[in-house]
């Protein structure tokens, strides 16, 4: 952009809360130095239409850049506040909105071919339950095991429908199975950073975006998702905290069997998918991937201890529910307590302490983890203790 950066902006405190009013685009500012650079996130208004733009001035060149900004961006409503948290991701409040839609999240992402990429990523309180990734052969009878679980608890599960290059099987319904698409679409999505991981398997294109996810996981239910191998590694290495499941064939003489009884691939298709088996079979062993490997043998049994694992699992790790998960409320401003403790003034002098101290998840899906705990208005307050 070439251009000066305003004296102010350089020497303002931006480390702590930032928030600055420009009446000349009718927006919001906030810069928030971060590494050697320096943040900029502007809300403006423009003929009735809302934005959220951000800009990064590197302290080092003294120059300009505009990020790639990943993600689902919060819309702007009336102004935000900055803050830096835990060195490693920008806390925005927006102002004036709904609780469940004021605290989003801005990160840093892995520079993609030299150029700085950004993800928005939006706040949500309390925590959901941990996605299921099952990963295994193909004909190994996942999709029949996860049939399964969803049939007996529709309002528990749900399936994250990934997107395939590959065309619709017999019975195979757009939107149901999969999202249907052409790899030139797919892959402009990637390329906006609307996956959350994607793998070539068989020569087509699979992917799950990152909605796929996020649209289960908002109505409340456990999401499922069906990824070979190679995505179950990305999505390890992403932001979304899930159990990983590796279900095996009892034989590869069984997997040949069940593929060819299912009779839904041409022999080449099936040939294709028995020799990419016995890589995933190898790969599947990779120490830290899989937290759980399933013998798919007898189906009822297999069905059982698969309900008995996430039951396991679910006893490892409770949930912490937030109380207040739905409250709605009008932020009207911000002030920064500790670095993990917010106080939100809410209208009506009503006060709500946000807590920041178990974040889960982040960009390019959603953060989790927060609570918010009324607080008495300012007048019956005691040092400002909380009342839980
Ligand atoms: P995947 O989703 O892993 O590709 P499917 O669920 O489509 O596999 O199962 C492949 C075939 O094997 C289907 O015809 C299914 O009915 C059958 N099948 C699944 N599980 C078993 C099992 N435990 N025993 C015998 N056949 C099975
Ligand atoms: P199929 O063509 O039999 O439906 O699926 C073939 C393989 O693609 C299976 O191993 C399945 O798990 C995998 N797969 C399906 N959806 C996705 C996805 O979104 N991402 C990845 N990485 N693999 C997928």
Not at 6 to 16: D, G, Q
Not at 201 to 211: D, F, K, R
Not at 212 to 232: H, P, Y
Request: net charge negative; with cysteine.
């Amino acid at each position: 952009m070439g251009e000066e950066v305003p004296e102010s902006m350089l020497n303002s405190s931006v480390e702590k809360l930032s928030v600055a009013y420009d009446s000349e685009s009718a927006g919001y500012r906030t810069s928030t130095n971060f590494g050697d650079k320096m943040y900029v996130v502007e809300g403006s208004e423009y003929r009735g239409k809302s934005s959220v733009n951000v800009t990064i001035f590197d302290h080092l060149t003294r120059s300009w850049i505009i990020p790639t900004v990943l993600g689902l961006k919060p819309v702007h409503v009336g102004g935000h506040s900055a803050v830096l948290l835990n060195n490693d991701r920008i806390s925005i409040v927006k102002k004036d909105s709904m609780l469940d839609d004021s605290i989003w999240f801005l990160e840093e992402q892995k520079k993609v071919l030299g150029s700085e990429v950004v993800a928005w990523s939006k706040g949500v309180i309390g925590n959901a339950p941990k996605p299921i990734v099952i990963s295994g052969p193909s004909g190994v009878g996942k999709g029949t095991l996860i049939s399964k679980l969803m049939k007996e608890f529709p309002t528990t599960y749900g399936f994250s429908v990934s997107h395939t290059t590959r065309a619709p099987r017999e019975r195979e319904l757009d939107g149901v199975h999969y999202h249907f698409t052409d790899r030139i679409s797919m892959e402009k999505d990637i390329r906006d950073g609307k996956f959350l991981e994607f793998a070539s398997v068989h020569e087509n294109l699979y992917g799950t975006s990152i909605e796929a996810v996020e649209v289960v996981t908002d109505s409340g239910k456990r999401c499922i998702l069906d990824i070979d191998v190679q995505g179950a590694r990305s999505v390890r290495a992403s932001s979304l905290d899930a159990i990983f499941v590796f279900i095996c064939p009892p034989s590869f003489e069984e997997l040949e069997k069940r593929l060819r009884a299912r009779a839904t691939e041409a022999e080449e298709q099936i040939q294709k998918r028995l020799r990419n088996a016995r890589a995933e079979l190898d790969e599947a062993k990779s120490p830290g991937l899989f937290d759980h490997v399933l013998v798919n043998d007898e189906l009822e049994l297999s069905y059982d201890n698969l309900k008995k694992l996430i039951a396991s699992d679910e006893i490892a790790n409770p949930l912490h529910r937030s109380t207040m998960k739905n409250l709605k409320v009008l932020v009207s401003d911000v002030e920064v307590k500790t670095d993990k403790t917010f106080l939100l003034h809410c209208d009506d002098n009503d006060q709500l302490f946000l807590d920041i101290s178990y974040l889960k998840g982040g960009a390019p899906g959603r953060t989790r983890g927060l609570d918010v705990y009324p607080i008495e208005p300012l007048g019956d307050a005691v040092n400002g203790s909380t009342q839980l």
